[in-house]
């Protein structure tokens, strides 16, 4: 007998879930000896994955993206604690560490609430190409939270190499096509709405900064070099995450065009589609329940990549990485990917990765400089004593 959708959901969902304990358990060892390099890499590569799997989960569930979203903030309780719970009893999390207190988890959780609403009513009246854009003044408020709390001062190098980073994704992601139809676009959009979407990336620049404020006191709280397990801050910051969408959810339904009333129907219909079957709106579920699943599961593991990052080399750094994901993202979208359009690269995008990549490596000339001044320098010898 031909097994059910509903057996078939629960059985992958399983199988993704002890799969997913799997690999983070093995790789938590390797990232925990991991050098900042070695992180970034990780979140690039699995950051990129992350974009590519969003968009192949939204082709079955292209009518259901508020649903899609409601599915990932469940997933990710229930994988967090799965995992915080298991390494608890394995000794690696203990009682110090859960007590480390709570009032920066409810900040940081409703930063990333307020995120989701400000973004959802400023992102619906702007085009979609001009999201990715907007998305890097995330560096630019990373920078100005970072001096608030924590007192840094980016030197004039790294101020200079985070303009050419941001002119960088600016150029490399604009899309391809005529001045005229650009200038069209841009007529549309309303002052208003563009003011909302940069605001609300101010709210997930400050919960990285809270979260980095996290581990520097919960280390100098734990002391002998004990540093907070990630797992306590991703399951705390959901949980806090989690409590303030359901408070905020009869607003954020009103942004979606649903009523309360309604809302029952809508998730039914989501969870139908989730479940690989056409719901009654017609709508084709190819792909489903697999696709977004992998793209939960894949979700997380970016979210714990990028918050050893955040605690390995901070909240700047991270939005320094997140922002190279951007033409690495495009370059992904013009493979052939299944289910997908395969995307062209913009006129200016060569143009702008050299921008992005010499930005990098003016933020971080502290670091590569005085090698290569002293290369130069032996290289200088070795030639007046030939």
Not at 120 to 135: D, T, Y
Not at 142 to 164: C, E, K, M
Not at 171 to 199: F, T
Not at 257 to 263: A, I
Request: net charge positive.
């Amino acid at each position: 007998m031909p097994a059910t959708p509903s057996g078939c959901f629960v059985t992958t969902t399983f199988l993704l879930l002890l799969l997913l304990l799997l690999l983070l358990q093995h790789a938590r060892a390797e990232l925990l000896h991991c050098t900042p390099q070695g992180l970034v890499a990780a979140v690039l590569g699995l950051g990129t994955l992350n974009r590519v799997l969003y968009r192949l989960a939204l082709v079955p569930l292209r009518d259901y993206v508020f649903f899609l979203a409601q599915a990932q903030n469940i997933g990710y309780l229930v994988i967090y604690y799965s995992l915080l719970a298991l390494r608890f009893r394995q000794g690696k999390v203990t009682q110090a560490m859960l007590a480390t207190p709570k009032l920066l988890f409810v900040l940081t959780g409703m930063c990333e609430a307020a995120a989701q609403l400000l973004l959802m009513s400023g992102a619906a009246h702007l085009p979609g190409a001009l999201l990715p854009l907007l998305m890097q003044t995330v560096l630019l408020w990373n920078l100005l939270f970072s001096q608030l709390v924590f007192g840094t001062r980016p030197s004039f190098p790294q101020i200079l190499g985070v303009l050419a980073v941001l002119a960088g994704v600016a150029v490399a992601s604009w899309p391809s096509g005529s001045s005229a139809a650009a200038a069209a676009a841009a007529a549309e959009i309303q002052p208003l709405h563009l003011l909302l979407c940069v605001v609300s990336f101010a709210f997930p620049a400050l919960a990285t900064i809270i979260k980095e404020r996290i581990f520097k006191d919960a280390a100098r709280r734990l002391g002998s070099g004990q540093q907070l397990d990630v797992l306590v801050v991703n399951s705390y910051c959901s949980t806090a995450q989690a409590g303030f969408l359901l408070l905020l959810l009869p607003l954020t339904c009103h942004l979606k065009g649903l009523s309360l009333p309604e809302l029952p129907a809508y998730l039914q219909s989501g969870t139908a589609c989730l479940l690989g079957g056409s719901p009654a709106c017609g709508a084709d579920c190819t792909g489903a329940p697999l696709l977004p699943l992998l793209y939960i599961t894949v979700n997380v593991a970016f979210n714990v990549a990028a918050m050893y990052l955040v605690r390995s080399a901070g909240a700047v750094a991270t939005a320094l990485s997140m922002s190279c994901l951007v033409p690495i993202t495009v370059v992904a979208f013009t493979l052939p990917l299944p289910l997908l359009p395969q995307a062209q690269l913009g006129g200016g995008f060569v143009a702008g990765t050299l921008l992005l990549v010499a930005g990098l490596l003016t933020y971080n000339a502290a670091l590569w400089l005085p090698a290569a001044m002293r290369l130069g320098r032996k290289w200088q010898a070795g030639l007046a004593r030939g």
